[in-house]
């Protein structure tokens, strides 16, 4: 993407810290009653997510290539993300009474 090329000019590691910084922002934009403010969040966390998913990986794999460490390592660690993920959503879903199913009838 757009993004990931802009990781590799830039640099991965400040892409995820400024990810930090968007998603913080966004988050106390969320707590407006300003409907301006309200989407401007909404934005600002697609950015920051955008960030996030394209450079935490990039970041991962060429910091384990600089300190030369064995690939089997990021295997576990990509594959413990994703695990702790789904698990996460799957907990967020089961708590809100329904699971955002809505019936009709």
């Known amino acids: 993407t757009y ?10 590691r400040r892409f995820v810290i400024l990810y930090g910084v968007i998603y913080g922002a966004a988050c ?6 300003s409907v301006e403010a309200l989407v401007l969040s909404r934005v600002m966390s697609g950015v920051a997510y955008s960030l996030l998913f394209s450079s ?4 991962a ?8 460490l064995d690939r089997r390592y990021l295997v576990q660690l990509f594959s413990s993300a994703t695990f702790f993920n ?4 799957v907990t967020a879903g089961g708590g809100g009474g329904g699971g955002g199913v809505v019936s009709v009838g």
Request: aromatic share 12%; proline share 0%.
């Open 86 to 89: 789904a698990m996460s959503a």
């Open 3 to 12: 993004v990931s090329s802009l990781g590799d000019t830039f640099g991965y």
């Open 61 to 68: 794999i060429s910091e384990a290539d600089r300190v030369r």
């Open 56 to 59: 935490f990986e990039s970041w």
């Open 28 to 33: 106390l934009l969320m707590r407006s009653s």
